[in-house]
């Protein structure tokens, strides 16, 4: 009779076998070890204070542009009465000493023609001065993912909570957003001249 593959009854399993299953058993122990400590530390079990949002529910807050020149405000005091004028031109009843450098643009591709206390967009949709920056971002679209993002601009605010975002006019002019150089503040005084005398710092100060 051919050799059986299977062992014979009664005989003790031969070593392999038994080093087998104890390696198995001693790894199926370990792993319930290690999903019991696993559960131990979830941090969602057992704690008396309740959980932070890991997202914070950061709505932004868009912070208002600085205030206008009441002079000017409401604008339509003086344009409901005034004859609304599309022509390109230079003014010279009123706003004429007011700078203009802004590409090529001209007033009406920004202010609204009929009512002047509002902006309007390229499709005619208006919108109010508080919210220039939609318009602003309509012909310079390449600096919204960059504001959104505070990358250009300046936001402050929380990392968690409501992030606060200066508006495009709180830095540009919109009649000459050209950034105006700032003047260089003088460097830091070294540690030796501010244990100086009051005096001696007013004389080593630029
Ligand atoms: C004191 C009256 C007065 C006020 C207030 C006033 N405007 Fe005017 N505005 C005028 C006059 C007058 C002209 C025409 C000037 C010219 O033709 O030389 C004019 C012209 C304009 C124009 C050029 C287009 C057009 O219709 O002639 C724009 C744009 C404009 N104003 C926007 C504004 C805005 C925006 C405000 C509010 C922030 C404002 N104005 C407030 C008197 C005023
Ligand atoms: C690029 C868009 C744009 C153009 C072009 C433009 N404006 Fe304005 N203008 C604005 C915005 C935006 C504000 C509001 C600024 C703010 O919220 O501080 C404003 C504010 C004003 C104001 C009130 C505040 C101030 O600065 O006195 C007047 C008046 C005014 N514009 C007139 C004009 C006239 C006149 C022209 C054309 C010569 C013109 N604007 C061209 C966007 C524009
Ligand atoms: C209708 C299109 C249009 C709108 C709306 C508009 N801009 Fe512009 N902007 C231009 C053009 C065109 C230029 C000139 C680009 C050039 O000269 O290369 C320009 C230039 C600029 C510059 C660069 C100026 C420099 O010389 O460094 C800034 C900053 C700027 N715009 C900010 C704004 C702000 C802020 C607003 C909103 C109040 C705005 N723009 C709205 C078209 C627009
Ligand atoms: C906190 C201030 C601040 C705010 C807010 C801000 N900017 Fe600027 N922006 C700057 C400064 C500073 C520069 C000049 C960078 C330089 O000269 O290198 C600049 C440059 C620019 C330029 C011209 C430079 C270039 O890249 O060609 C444009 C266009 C512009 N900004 C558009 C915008 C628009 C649109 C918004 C609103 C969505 C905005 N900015 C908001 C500070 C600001």
Redesign the pocket.
Known sequence: MAAQPSQPNGERPPPYQLATWSVIGLALLAVLALASVRTDRDPERGRDYPPRPLVAAATPVLLPPPEMDDEYLPCNDCHADEEPNANVRDLEEEHDDMEFRHGDLWCLHCHDLEDRDVLHLANGARVAFDDS?QL??Q??G???A??RAGV???RTGHWRGAAE????????DPHE???R?LAPKPPPLRPEQITRTDSAIEEVEP
């Open positions: 920056w602003c971002t012909c310079h390449e600096k919204l960059d504001w250009h601009g300046k975002y200066r508006t495009c006019v709180s830095c540009h957003p050209h950034f150089p």
